[in-house]
């Protein structure tokens, strides 16, 4: 089985600086990771994903992330945050095998500052 | 419409009623899942279909009954629920790809009095 920690449970950060939000996670076998969203009110929505190839993936609205597979990371970033990125952010991790089971970690609330 | 679309967005329930969530997805997809979303608690994955049938049920408490009539439709059958049930109930898609993106509702929002 696999699990995934989600260091920091909230991250306040001003407007136009940078942000980095930190996943790590455990398996035994090969997986698939992912930063989902969830802004106020909504469902979440997939950020990025990692499957095969290139350790960094770029996703939408600007961030990316690295795949670190000796230190089982998976953090995500962003150069320039807006208001508009407010937001709770989920790393989530599948076995390669399993595909679609996910398993998500506790969440990550940014709060973007004036 | 398109996407996923969960109704209710918002039900409350006393401990001895019997509700239903519905879930309705418009992508073709071929699997459908409820998750459940507490408060400071990871989400967590209570059903699975594929293709109409069943291959997850997570230790899920028989008060919580799923239905899926079919690929595009799943139900979240409610009754004599808990206190600590509350929750935001969501429900999500995919394709059989097994790529993990999953396409989520905007959940129904549940409170048990």
């Known amino acids: 089985a696999q699990s995934v920690t989600q260091l920091d449970s909230q991250v306040p950060v001003f407007e136009e600086a940078p942000v980095e939000l930190r996943c790590n996670y455990s398996s035994s076998v090969s997986v698939y990771l992912f930063w989902y969203v969830q802004y106020p009110n909504q469902g979440l929505q997939l950020l990025l994903k990692?499957?095969?190839?290139?350790?960094l993936v770029k996703g939408i609205n600007g961030f990316e992330a690295e795949f670190n597979k000796s230190q089982t990371s998976f953090h995500l970033r962003k150069p320039s945050v807006h208001i508009s990125d407010t937001a709770e952010y989920f790393c989530?991790?599948?076995?390669?095998?399993?595909?679609?089971?996910?398993?998500f970690g506790g969440g990550t609330r940014v709060l973007v500052k004036p | 419409e398109t996407g996923v679309t969960q109704t209710p967005r918002h039900l409350v329930m006393g401990m001895t009623n019997k509700k239903s969530l519905k879930c309705e997805q418009h992508l073709g997809h071929n699997a459908m899942y409820w998750y459940k979303q507490s408060a400071k608690k990871p989400l967590e994955l209570m059903f699975v279909?594929?293709?109409?049938?069943?291959?997850e049920n997570n230790s899920v408490p028989s008060r919580f009954s799923p239905e899926c009539p079919n690929s595009s439709h799943l139900f979240l059958h409610l009754h004599t629920l808990q206190p600590e049930d509350s929750a935001l109930y969501l429900c999500?898609?995919?394709?059989?790809?097994?790529?993990?993106?999953?396409?989520f509702g905007e959940g129904s929002r549940l409170t048990v009095l």
């Open positions: 990692y499957l095969s190839g290139s350790t």
């Open positions: 989530a991790v599948s076995e390669a095998a399993a595909g679609n089971k996910l398993t």
């Open positions: 279909y594929n293709f109409k049938e069943q291959t």
């Open positions: 999500a898609s995919s394709s059989g790809a097994g790529t993990g993106e999953l396409f």
